[in-house]
């Protein structure tokens, strides 16, 4: 996908019609730019683009898509999201067939004095595995929840980037507990460990993830042993089972630390499980050290990176800064180089 754009991409995407939705990379592309439309949408709002003058339209108007609606924060009333609806000239038309209703997109940080303040602080909740506990989730998760009611069983897409792709994640996995699977993009998503996978030495990235596998085995046991005396269940064996029918696209990039431990993530499952060692990583793959500290001292936590399945989509073309690394633009680029693996939870 080409994109006209200056630095804050808003002049709109330019593709050849009609979108073909059951490719993979038309899909990826398309919700990379509805997200990118939310992103614009506050940039129209903080400079005062009204009517003629907004250019966050034409991201989704190209796609045949609606806005129905804005989700505003309360805290700053910024532009952190929106619904979009799919309104095809003709529904009739089998190229749309396979198109989504909706697609609630969520955005990211945004480093403007309207916004920095609120998002950087939701940007620490998220690090404090706490963003479930904000109010900036709770609009956000109404907001899907009231569609999914409304319209029962029409596609419904999720998608964000970077702290958007926490949101996304956070009430994706909330609609499964309710027993709704989403297809969901999450782009560039924060994964909140230590950036092991930066290492570059394979032998020493490796003996650090075994090393963190047996630890946070070791503190998982230790707790079950405490809450088994009051007939409570593993802290986290119950609701990862209930998510690993979900299987959410992640989209990473190796340059961006945020984002990139997803790749060790799943792939020491498979080499814990080549190493016999399968019941270590079972454990170590439900938890996280950081979530079992702050449950030790009694906090609500929930660990957004612990995800049981998932397609895994790597950006392996040359980035050549972290902000290219770390960009939502990568993502609709129409030669896009990765690699794409397939994990599913038993």
Not at 218 to 244: D, H, Y
Not at 246 to 258: A, E, K, Q, R, S
Not at 280 to 304: C, H, M, V
Request: charge should be neutral; glycine fraction near 6%; charged fraction near 20%.
């Amino acid at each position: 996908m080409a994109v006209e754009r200056d630095i804050f991409g808003i002049a709109g995407p330019t593709y050849l019609n009609p979108v073909n939705w059951n490719c993979e990379n038309n899909r990826r592309s398309v919700a990379a730019c509805l997200v990118q439309a939310v992103y614009v949408l506050e940039r129209d709002r903080q400079l005062n683009r009204q009517s003629v003058d907004s250019v966050a339209p034409p991201w989704w108007e190209f796609f045949h898509f609606e806005m129905i609606r804005k989700l505003v924060d309360d805290a700053d009333l910024s532009i952190f999201g929106a619904i979009f609806e799919f309104n095809p000239p003709s529904s009739k038309e089998a190229s749309f067939q396979d198109a989504p209703r909706f697609v609630i997109a969520f955005r990211g940080t945004i480093t403007e004095k309207e916004t920095i303040s609120r998002d950087i602080s939701l940007d620490l909740h998220l690090v404090q595995n706490g963003l479930h506990k904000t109010s900036r989730f709770t609009i956000a998760m109404q907001a899907v929840q009231n569609v999914a009611t409304v319209f029962t069983g029409s596609s419904i897409w999720l998608a964000g980037h970077s702290l958007g792709a926490g949101l996304a994640i956070l009430t994706g996995r909330n609609m499964v507990k309710k027993g709704a699977l989403l297809d969901s993009f999450l782009f560039n998503p924060p994964f909140v460990a230590a950036p092991i996978e930066r290492i570059s030495d394979e032998r020493v990235k490796h003996g650090f993830r075994i090393a963190r596998s047996f630890i946070t085995a070791g503190l998982t046991i230790a707790m079950k042993g405490k809450t088994e005396g009051n007939n409570q269940r593993s802290v986290a064996e119950e609701p990862f089972n209930i998510l690993s029918s979900w299987t959410p696209y992640l989209f990473v990039n190796p340059g961006d630390h945020i984002c990139s431990e997803y790749i060790g993530y799943f792939q020491h499952r498979k080499n814990m499980e080549d190493l016999g060692a399968g019941f270590i990583e079972k454990l170590a793959t439900q938890n996280s050290i950081g979530d079992l500290f702050y449950k030790a001292l009694g906090w609500e936590s929930e660990p957004l990176h612990l995800l049981p399945s998932a397609d895994l989509i790597v950006n392996v073309g040359p980035s050549p800064d972290f902000k290219y690394a770390h960009g939502i633009s990568q993502w609709w680029q129409p030669e896009l180089n990765f690699q794409c693996n397939k994990y599913r939870y038993s």
